[in-house]
């Protein structure tokens, strides 16, 4: 577990830099603060994310793992009613390119606009910022204005055509330069298993459970580090 959680924390500072170089010369509308990005979040994350998130939650004080504990189960609900409604119930873990990203769209800004990620404290803080999955990092716009809009009125489809383009400038030019970096972090954690850490999506709620007895998540994923 020592070497998968240090090479999630090392992919997390790699992430980081490699959007800071690509964004150095951008206008970016976000920080804290701003949380329309926050709510109608699909919360299909990367098994290492999965990993990276379990422990940042077992970090934070008991009562907050309670309240968290809550809103994920809250989430949970909400999210399969919708997803449901939507006709699209993929098993987890699934393959990153076997999940049907435009239907998460429909089932999550549409369908759960207004439920907020379990994570997003009351202050409008992320409570799991450091361990955030790759979707949050890269979920980036110049002008919050257009996000309040979005977010107030999704059927605007100010996504489709002003934030959603401008978020793929970007992950272009950083799945570029993030191949690259993955091979050297492959050279440097050669034990672990990247392709399916990287590859494989799971739906957090189904695999992270908490101890109500020793106050702690814990995860069932299908990698065993």
Same mark, same amino acid.
């Given at each position: 577990?020592?070497?998968?959680?240090?090479?999630?924390?090392?992919?997390?500072?790699?992430?980081?830099?490699?959007?800071?170089?690509?964004?150095?010369?951008?206008?970016?509308?976000?920080?804290?603060?701003?949380?329309?990005?926050?709510?109608?979040?699909?919360?299909?994350?990367?098994?290492?994310?999965?990993?990276?998130?379990?422990?940042?939650? @077992?970090? /934070?004080?008991?009562?907050?793992?309670?309240? &968290? =504990?809550?809103?994920?189960? *809250?989430?949970?609900? %909400?999210?399969?009613?919708?997803?449901?409604?939507?006709?699209?119930?993929?098993?987890?873990?699934?393959?990153?390119?076997?999940?049907?990203?435009?239907?998460?769209?429909?089932?999550?800004?549409?369908?759960?606009?207004?439920?907020?990620?379990?994570?997003?404290?009351?202050?409008?803080?992320?409570?799991?910022?450091?361990?955030?999955?790759?979707?949050?990092?890269?979920?980036?716009?110049?002008?919050?204005?257009?996000?309040?809009?979005?977010?107030? @009125?999704? /059927?605007?489809?100010?996504?489709?055509?002003? &934030? =959603?383009?401008?978020?793929? *400038?970007?992950?272009? %030019?950083?799945?570029?330069?993030?191949?690259?970096?993955?091979?050297?972090?492959?050279?440097?954690?050669?034990?672990?298993?990247?392709?399916?850490?990287?590859?494989?999506?799971?739906?957090?709620?189904?695999?992270?459970?908490?101890?109500?007895?020793?106050?702690?998540?814990?995860?069932?994923?299908?990698?065993?580090?």
């Amino acid at each position: 577990m020592d070497r998968l959680l240090s090479f999630a924390e090392n992919r997390a500072r790699v992430i980081d830099s490699i959007i800071s170089e690509i964004t150095s010369g951008l206008r970016l509308g976000c920080g804290k603060g701003c949380t329309y990005c926050c709510y109608g979040v699909p919360l299909w994350v990367r098994t290492v994310e999965a990993f990276h998130l379990l422990e940042a939650l @077992n970090k /934070l004080p008991i009562k907050d793992r309670r309240v &968290i =504990a809550s809103r994920l189960r *809250r989430y949970e609900r %909400e999210y399969l009613e919708a997803a449901q409604a939507q006709g699209y119930t993929p098993e987890s873990p699934v393959p990153e390119e076997a999940l049907d990203v435009g239907k998460l769209g429909l089932i999550c800004g549409l369908g759960m606009n207004e439920v907020p990620c379990p994570f997003l404290s009351e202050d409008g803080s992320c409570s799991v910022y450091e361990a955030r999955p790759s979707m949050c990092r890269l979920t980036l716009f110049s002008d919050r204005e257009v996000c309040r809009k979005d977010w107030e @009125n999704p /059927l605007a489809f100010a996504w489709k055509s002003e &934030i =959603a383009p401008f978020i793929d *400038r970007i992950k272009e %030019e950083f799945y570029r330069r993030w191949n690259v970096e993955l091979k050297k972090l492959q050279n440097i954690y050669p034990e672990l298993d990247l392709s399916r850490l990287e590859g494989e999506m799971l739906f957090l709620p189904k695999h992270l459970r908490f101890d109500p007895v020793k106050k702690v998540f814990r995860i069932k994923a299908p990698y065993n580090p």
